[in-house]
Every structure is written in C-alpha cells, then in structure tokens.
C-alpha cells in the first residue's frame, strides 16, 4: 500500500540500528524472547518485518483499517490454510457487483443528481468492493469463515481497492479524469503472510492511552510528523474496513473523525502528548523515526527524550513521499532520523 510515512523502504536502516543499539548495551535476549512494540503501524509492515525475524509484536494504530491489516499481518501466525485461501479470494472475485455504500457515495453513477458528484473509483469496481464487502460479514455471521480468515480478506480487500482509487495518493480529494490504474478492474489481491515464532497482539487504541497498559522491550515509534491527519486522507478505507455506513459530507464525502484526530498532528499538543508517551513507556530501549520537517524540532525530541535517559541518533536519507512533492518545500529527499533512547527507571 502506498501509504504516507510508510517505512517499507527503511526496514533494514531501522533493523541494522536497533541491533547497533541492543549490541552497545550487551543485550543477551534473544529475538523470540524480545517483545517488539510497533505502535504507530500504519501498513504493519514494520511489526511484521521483525515478526519475521522471529520477534514477539505488539502493534496498535488509531485506525481502524490499519488495525484489520496489522491484524492479520501480525496476529495471523501458521493458522490460515493457504489453499482454502486461494478458494475463497477466487471465490470473492467472482461475486456478482452491488450499488451499496461505495457505489452510492463514491461513483460519479451513484452520486447522480447528488450535491456532489464523485469519481473516487469506477462504478463497477465500487460495485465488486460493495459486494465482496457484504460478502465478508455475511460470511463471518454464518461461520462459513472465522475471524483470522475474516481479517485476511478484509485486509486484502482494503488493499486491492486502495490500488484502483482514483487519487493522486490519498483519499483528501479524487481526480477529475480517471488514471489508468483506477479504470482497471479491480481484483482481490491476497495479503502477504508472515510466519513467526511467538504469540502476537494488535490494538486499535490512541497510543497514549494503550501505553500505560503495554509492556515490553523495545518501543518503535512512528508518529505522522505533521499537521495532516491520517483519519481525514484514508476516510474511505475506514469506512471500507468498518463498514458502517456513516453520515459524510463535502466534495469528498468525508466522515467525521473527531474521535481518531491525533496529538501528534497538532503543533501545540505534539511535545506534551510525545513526553507522556515517552514517560509512561515500560520499555527499555525506545526508537522515534522523524524527519527534518516535522512538527517537533530536533533540538525538543533531544531534550524529552534525554530526560528519560541514554539518548543517540542516527539518521538516513530519504526518496520524499509522492504526495509530500510540490508542496512548500521542493527538495525530492529529505532526512530520515532514528532517535534512540535507552530508558532508565523502567516501572515494570
Ligand atoms: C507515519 S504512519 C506509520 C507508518 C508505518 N510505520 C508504516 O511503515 O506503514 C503514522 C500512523 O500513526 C497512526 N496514529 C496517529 N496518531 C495516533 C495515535 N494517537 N495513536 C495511535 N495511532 C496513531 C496513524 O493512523 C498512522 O497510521
């Protein structure tokens, strides 16, 4: 998924420096006895990197599509039988369209004669979504699949659908003629699998809230590092995971959010909700990835940070998220930092 702030492509700088860090410190746990906390998750795929590695997970994101995908790509470990799978996503991609709430909301065919008309995706993959949607609660409410098969369907189908929407990235406006990639007909594209060793646990709470009730070793933290609200740019994967047919208004079609709008995209909340995460962390070893545009400066998540102990940093530089160009800055790259804290005083 091509997702704002995603680290897929900084997987192995994050890996090589946690391991730079847990070797300074003599750290003899080994991987399987080591809880890894990712609790900004966004795709997961950081979680499910080091689940690969054959670390114990922890993960948790504010939203809720985010939490069906981490929850599979985490929780999901040996217990799917992967040629059933290849039934049921066949299965699904056969299902005969619908107009529910996508197609209604979404489609410049459904919107008509509407106060907006939207061209999110293309009627007939708004209709295949609808229907394979459908398809899914039906399915869980019969037992005809269970939770585990439910949420990696359902992952995939936020997956496969966010492929053939009709954005320049996001969700916060829809393109006024359709791109190629969303007039291609939509198929149901499995989720990848990841195998681990050891029990793992997704969570779908405000970060400062789950982090009085988390233990464990290490801490990664990716916050949004500015003032765009995830809830706002994905509001139509949220309502695609949810499924519960909100009241939404404006040229987009948005739903409101006010419950999932985050500290960390607010200026003056940021370094007060960041210090309280930082404080109430019952792990040792904490990792903050930022970059150099962010909300908080470096010289403030230095200072919170080193409060509470051993503070280092290491940095990388970075290819720009696409959507993040032409903005007020035009630099194509920009600096990845990764703040380490070794934390003193843990009250575990
Ligand atoms: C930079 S993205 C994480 C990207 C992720 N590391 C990846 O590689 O896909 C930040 C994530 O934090 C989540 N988020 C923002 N505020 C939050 C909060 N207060 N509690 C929990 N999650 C939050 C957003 O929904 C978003 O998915």
């Known amino acids: 998924m091509n997702y704002i702030g995603s680290k897929f492509s900084l997987l192995e700088f994050i890996e090589n420096s946690i391991n730079n860090i847990l070797s300074k410190n003599n750290e003899t746990k080994s991987p399987n006895k080591i809880i890894f906390a990712d609790l900004f998750a966004g795709t997961g795929c950081v979680g499910g990197y080091f689940k690969s590695l054959g670390y114990s997970i922890i993960a948790n994101d504010i939203q809720y599509y985010s939490y069906v995908i981490t929850k599979h790509m985490i929780e999901n470990n040996g217990n799917l039988d992967k040629d059933r799978m290849i039934v049921l996503i066949e299965e699904l991609n056969n299902v005969n369209g619908i107009e529910g709430f996508i197609y209604n909301n979404y489609t410049f065919e459904g919107t008509k004669g509407q106060e907006f008309r939207r061209m999110y995706f293309t009627a007939d993959n708004a209709k295949k979504c609808d229907a394979i949607r459908q398809k899914l609660e039906e399915w869980l409410r019969i037992q005809y699949i269970n939770e585990n098969e439910y949420y990696f369907l359902l992952g995939s189908l936020i997956n496969s659908i966010d492929r053939c929407a009709n954005t320049a990235s996001v969700y916060g406006a829809y393109l006024k003629k359709f791109k190629a990639s969303a007039l291609k007909p939509m198929k149901l594209i499995p989720l990848p699998y990841t195998i681990g060793h050891v029990d793992c646990k997704v969570y779908n709470e405000d970060i400062n809230t789950l982090i009085k009730k988390v233990k464990g070793d290490i801490l ?11 809830c706002a740019n994905y509001h139509i994967l949220e309502t695609i995971a949810k499924n519960d047919n909100p009241i939404i208004k404006g040229k987009t079609g948005l739903r409101d959010y006010q419950s999932q709008k985050s500290d960390f995209c607010v200026k003056s909340k940021v370094c007060d909700a960041f210090e ?15 970059n150099n545009e962010g909300l908080m400066t470096l010289d403030q998540i230095e200072k919170i940070m080193s409060k509470y102990g051993d503070y280092s940093l ?35």
């Open 220 to 230: 990664y933290l990716d916050p949004p590092y500015n003032e765009r609200q995830y």
């Open 276 to 290: 309280n995460l930082i404080k109430n962390a019952n792990f040792k070893y904490i990792f903050l990835s930022y």
């Open 314 to 348: 290491y940095t990388q530089e970075y290819r720009r998220f696409k959507a993040d160009n032409n903005r007020n800055n035009k630099a194509t790259t920009t600096i990845e930092y990764l703040h380490c804290l070794v934390k003193r005083d843990i009250n575990v």
